[in-house]
C-alpha cells in the first residue's frame, strides 16, 4: 500500500512538471531584495505571484490594496513570469488575469515593482521598476526621495510639519510621472513631505515621516524619521477614478527603503 502512494505521487509530481507553466522550485543562483507597492486607482485589492517557480515570494504580493506596498522579499534574480488577479473569495473573479508579464529581475539589488496603469484599458497595466539602491546615509542623518506614481509632474517640500508653509524652490522640483528623484540627506527629528502641482502652493498632498519605534534595551535601532541610517521613499498617488472603489484623494505614503541596520549595528 505504502508503495503504491509513493508511485502515484511520483506520477503527479512527474505530470506537474511537464506542464506548459514549468513551474519549479527555487535555486541557489543570484538573488535580489524585491517588493511591489500597487499604484492600481481603478480596482480594489490584487494578488500578485510568481507563477514560474514555489518559492517563499509566492506569498508576497497577496490581498494588496491601492497605495499599499509589501516588505521587501529575497526572490531570485533571472527572468520571471509574474501575473496579477483581483483579490477575491469568488473562484470567478479571482481567476481572472488582470496581467501577465515577464520581468527580468536583476543580480544584487533592492528593487520596487510598482504596479500601475487602470486595468479597464487593455495593455495599459504594468510593472514600473525602481531602484533602492542608495547608500547609508551620512553619520546623524536619513535620506528621503519622493517618487511620483501619478500620471503628471508634481513638486516635493521636504518641511518638518504637514502645517508648514511651502515656499522658495522645491525640494524635489518637476518631479515626472513614475520616477524617482535622487535621495537627499536630512537631520534626524522632525520631517514631512508636502507635494504641490508644479510651480504653485496648491498643495496636494501632505504626510508627516513615521516615528522611529520606542527604544527596547538591549535591541536593535528600529526605522523612523529620529533613526540614523534610514533611507525612506515618500509615494505620490494621484485621486482614483470616479466609481472606483479606493480613496479619492491623493495620498502621500512613506516607505522604508533601509533599516538604520542594514549594514550591521553594535548594541
Given at each position: 500500500m505504502r508503495f503504491t502512494r509513493l508511485l502515484l505521487l511520483g506520477l503527479i509530481v512527474g505530470a506537474a512538471a511537464c506542464d506548459d507553466d514549468k513551474v519549479t522550485t527555487?535555486?541557489?543562483?543570484?538573488h535580489s531584495d524585491l517588493r511591489f507597492i500597487s499604484a492600481i486607482a481603478d480596482t480594489g485589492a490584487v494578488d500578485i505571484s510568481f507563477v514560474d517557480q514555489i518559492?517563499?515570494?509566492n506569498q508576497l504580493g497577496k490581498n494588496l490594496a491601492f497605495r499599499a506596498g509589501t516588505a521587501y522579499q529575497p526572490v531570485e534574480a533571472k527572468a520571471?513570469?509574474?501575473r496579477v488577479f483581483p483579490?477575491?473569495?469568488?473562484i470567478n473573479a479571482t481567476s481572472q488575469v488582470l496581467l501577465d508579464t515577464t520581468i527580468t529581475i536583476p543580480a544584487g539589488q533592492r528593487i520596487t515593482l510598482l504596479l500601475v496603469g487602470p486595468t479597464k484599458t487593455a495593455g495599459q497595466l504594468k510593472f514600473v521598476m525602481?531602484?533602492?539602491?542608495?547608500a547609508a546615509p551620512a553619520a546623524g542623518q536619513i535620506n528621503v526621495r519622493a517618487v511620483n506614481a501619478s500620471t503628471g509632474a508634481i513638486s516635493g517640500f521636504l518641511v518638518n510639519a504637514v502645517g508648514d508653509a511651502v515656499t522658495g524652490t522645491a525640494t524635489f522640483n518637476n518631479l515626472?510621472?513614475?520616477a524617482a528623484s535622487p535621495y537627499v540627506g536630512r537631520a534626524t527629528g522632525a520631517a514631512a513631505l508636502r507635494f504641490t502641482d508644479v510651480g504653485t502652493t496648491?498643495?496636494?498632498a501632505s504626510q508627516v515621516g513615521p516615528n522611529a519605534p520606542t527604544a527596547i534595551p538591549g535591541a536593535f535601532p528600529g526605522a523612523g524619521i529620529q533613526s540614523a541610517g534610514t533611507n525612506f521613499s515618500v509615494y505620490y498617488f494621484g485621486g482614483a477614478r470616479a466609481g472606483s472603489a479606493a480613496l479619492q484623494a491623493p495620498a502621500a505614503v512613506w516607505f522604508v527603503d533601509r533599516n538604520p541596520c542594514d549594514d550591521?549595528?553594535?548594541i
Open positions: 527555487s535555486s541557489e543562483g543570484p518559492d517563499a515570494s520571471r513570469h509574474i483579490t477575491s473569495l469568488n525602481i531602484e533602492d539602491n542608495a515626472a510621472s513614475l496648491t498643495v496636494r550591521g549595528c553594535t
